[in-house]
């Protein structure tokens, strides 16, 4: 008898404390949730270091995608505009569409006997970069069309693909493609991920973009706005397809920026990243559109990751922009500073 009874009130026990636990568990079990879930969520920005700049962006996004914030955006008008050389991937010791043009030029030269008396074209054909760049932009454009024009899209975009993945820099010995910023890698996603639509406004050619701007950047064909030939439209061997002309058609630098995105999104920016002056009119129709907005110059004050100039340089110099961002309080990151790594491969 008394061992039925001792049975009986180690089972109530056993009972009790079951049930106990079970309030206990199901009172924890939000806590734990939570935290489980605050671990899934993932790093962004981990190649910044704790900065102001890094901080600014994180504080921007978040109070524009939190609902209730008084700053909130909708989804739809969340448009963030990068230009691309100096600010997602280098510039020096010269843009790399033009590497991309010298090496066409090269390749080219026997079909085109006629550059050996034309002083830009012979100067890029033998390499000869000095003279090439002292003939300043026009001299670029040159190379640009002869060197660009006569392909058709599928045939250019051939051409583009088989330099990026071969062609590799004199400096870094890097593949082109392979010189994208880590941080600002990471920038791109973690905006996407807050709902914000990431376009290219950049100087750069549209058609020689477009090809790898998807694999490297995750921003596809349609989201990159740049300069860009003239074309046309013509049947080749049964097909018809669209022939880029040598002639300019529209050159996406400074004020022509705020045009093109005016044309091709049809949105002022909320964000607008940029590295020099050529980005500056870009950045002040960002500035200007009503609501909250962020400006943001990359600083390139790295000389041994990368390169270190600004108001001087023969390419992305930084001069009235940098003096013009420091009176509108607009967010200047210190390359050398604010980024633990450069280049996705290295330290």
Known sequence: ???????????????????????????????????????????????????????????????????????????????????????????????????????????????????????????????????????????????????????????????????????????????YNEMVYQPMLEVLDYLRAHGYKTYIVSGGGIDFMRPWTQAVYGIPEEQVVGSSLKATFEERDGKFVVVKSPEMNFVDDKAGKPVAIHQHIGKRPVMAFGNSDGDLEMMQYSSSRAGKSLQVYVHHTDAEREWSYDRDSHIGALDKGWDYALENGWVIVDMAKDWKKVYPSTN
């Open 1 to 175: 008898m008394k061992n039925k009874e001792m049975t009986t009130k180690i089972r109530i026990k056993q009972s009790s404390y079951a049930a106990v636990m079970g309030i206990l568990i199901y009172a924890c079990a939000p806590a734990v949730q939570e935290k489980e879930s605050a671990q899934a969520e993932p790093e962004y920005l981990t190649s910044w270091n704790d900065v102001d700049s890094r901080q600014a962006i994180i504080d921007f996004v978040e109070a524009t995608t939190t609902e209730g914030s008084p700053d909130y955006i909708e989804p739809e008008d969340r448009i963030a505009t990068f230009d691309n050389d100096g600010t997602l991937w280098s510039e020096q010791p010269f843009y790399f569409q033009l590497q991309f043009g010298i090496d066409r030029a090269k390749e080219l030269s026997d079909e085109h006997p006629e550059w050996a008396s034309d002083e830009v074209m012979s100067a890029a054909t033998e390499g000869d970069l000095e003279k090439l760049l002292s003939f300043g932009t026009e001299g670029i454009l040159k190379v640009i069309m002869l060197t660009h024009g006569g392909l058709t899209e599928e045939e250019f975009d051939a051409a583009v693909m088989n330099w990026v993945n071969t062609a590799r820099h004199p400096k870094t010995n890097l593949r």
